[in-house]
């Protein structure tokens, strides 16, 4: 069982950069366990969506296409941390951010096959 954790939300500027972190913690570590991670993000009003994906190992990422020359994902292995870096940020951009995560290898941007979802983090980006 795992928890993740989101940070680095907040209010900026149109055309300014943010980067949010999902900090990924095993409640209890079994032999075995491995988890895909991504980012989706739900805008006022509208249904959530996939931003980026991670798989397991961090040999594959995924991208919403829409934003893909705007979003960079990294991860650091030894702080269990998950990073979106986002550039160029629109007024559009403005959403809930949640950070999940799913047992399996490579879960992409089905958020169905995501179980665990942090408590999310806001970005507001003003024209």
């Known amino acids: 069982q795992v928890q993740v954790m989101e940070s680095g939300g907040g209010s900026v500027q149109a055309g300014d950069s943010l980067r949010l972190s999902c900090a990924l913690s095993?409640?209890?570590?079994?032999?075995?366990?491995?988890?895909?991670l991504g980012w989706f993000r739900q805008a006022p009003g509208k249904e959530r969506v996939g931003v980026a994906a991670?798989?397991?190992?961090?040999?594959?990422?995924y991208y919403d296409v829409s934003l893909e020359d705007r979003i960079t994902l990294s991860q650091d292995s030894a702080k269990n941390t998950m990073y979106l870096q986002m550039n160029d940020l629109k007024p559009e951009d403005t959403a809930v951010y949640f950070c999940?995560?799913?047992?399996?290898?490579?879960?992409?941007?089905?958020?169905?096959?995501?179980?665990?979802w942090g408590q999310g983090t806001q970005v507001t980006v003003s024209a």
């Open positions: 999940a995560a799913g047992r399996g290898w490579n879960h992409g941007l089905d958020d169905r096959k995501y179980r665990t």
């Open positions: 095993k409640v209890t570590t079994n032999t075995g366990d491995f988890y895909s």
């Open positions: 991670l798989n397991f190992g961090g040999t594959m990422k």
